[in-house]
């Protein structure tokens, strides 16, 4: 099992439960060797070997043999440039899998696949509002303590009403799930950082580490103590507090 964070894009590799429904406030590209299926709430399904899987959408993943989950976080204009960053995706998946071939070997080829990804991502950054930019840097620098609605609109010099109208029209989500995806990315790097189940849930600022477990089981299929058993790698996150 193999985990990695960046300051836009969370990995997993390995396998999930394909048994519960999850949805999570990120992009995902989902990617194996062999077929994958994504069914959604109502039993629709879609099947291949890269999928897309939508912001929110309630789904479970159904893969043979262990897949590679690309989160991209929700402030990302990912629908101006998916079919570009899926394109380079599908190609480094071969160069990936041929770059693990150790434990030691997985932090160099996760940061290589992040590498290859991120410039075309930053080519949507740069098409969103600077303010929307700077208040997610914000929220990720501070994800362990409270973050109220007026302390953020002070950041970007709005109003609240204008700030939340204008992080929905970019993001396409509110600011609160958005909070709620970039505590539990925290709290996630902590523990493949091999940090307690405990501290990552206060570097997160959830409740403890049972409120983060329920929310990362939910989001997930797997609840994150089974990333802490088979903890292979890392987070190039810098550790908040």
């Known amino acids: 099992m193999n ?6 894009i969370t990995l997993y590799q390995g396998r999930v439960s394909n048994r519960r429904l999850v949805a999570h406030q ?4 989902v990617l194996a060797g062999d077929e994958i299926t994504v069914i959604n709430a109502n039993s629709e399904t879609i099947s291949g070997k890269l999928l897309v899987v939508p912001s929110m ?7 043979p043999t262990q897949a590679l989950f690309v989160f991209l976080d929700p402030h990302l204009p990912f629908s101006r440039c998916h079919r570009a960053l899926a394109n380079r995706l599908h ?11 150790s434990p030691e070997s997985t932090l160099p080829a996760f940061e290589w696949l992040v590498d290859l990804l991120t410039p075309q991502l930053f080519q949507g950054v740069r098409q969103t509002d600077p303010r929307v930019v700077q208040l997610a840097a914000y929220i990720r620098q501070h994800t362990f303590g409270k973050l109220p609605l007026r302390q953020l609109a002070g950041v970007v010099h709005l109003s609240v009403s204008r700030l939340q109208h204008l992080f929905a029209e970019q993001v396409g989500m509110n600011l609160t799930r958005y909070i709620h995806w970039q505590r539990l990315k925290a709290a996630y790097s902590h523990v493949l950082a091999g940090h ?9 600022g959830f409740a403890d580490a049972a409120h983060f477990s329920r929310t990362f089981s939910r ?4 609840p994150p ?4 058993l088979k903890q292979q790698i890392r987070s190039s996150l810098p550790a908040n507090g």
């Open 3 to 8: 985990g990695f964070c960046s300051e836009y």
């Open 26 to 29: 990120a992009f995902c590209l």
């Open 57 to 63: 959408l309630a789904h479970r993943v159904v893969v």
């Open 91 to 101: 190609a480094g998946f071969g160069p990936l899998q041929a770059r693990l071939t």
């Open 196 to 204: 307690s189940l405990t501290e990552a849930a206060y570097q997160g």
């Open 219 to 222: 989001m997930f299929g797997l």
């Open 225 to 228: 103590s089974q990333l802490l």
